[in-house]
């Protein structure tokens, strides 16, 4: 069974999305269309460039530091939780 694609948003700043839209109506093609094909054309020629390990060794590190910081923020917020009165024992309004 084949999956059905799977929707990605990003920010493009006025300007940028005006470039894109003129370029890709230009071309015979939709915004998603002509920014799906060029993404995955750069993505193709760094992975021909580069190599499958090296990109995955280089996305494996992306992602270990995205978990790392996404800890160092947990944990900072509960030592700030932490910080605050507790409301266990108090009225609840």
Wanted: net charge negative; charged share 35%; glycine share 4%.
């Amino acid at each position: 069974m084949a999956e059905s694609p799977a929707p990605t948003t990003f920010r493009l700043a006025p300007d940028e999305r005006a470039l894109l839209e003129a370029v890709a109506h230009a071309n015979g093609r939709t915004l998603s269309a002509y920014v799906r094909e060029a993404a995955l054309a750069a993505a193709r020629g760094y992975l021909a460039q580069e190599g499958v390990e090296k990109v995955l060794e280089r996305d494996r590190e992306y992602m270990e530091e995205r978990s790392r910081t996404s800890s160092k923020i947990a944990d900072h917020k509960r030592a700030l939780l932490d910080q605050q009165p507790s409301t266990e024992n108090s009225d609840r309004r």
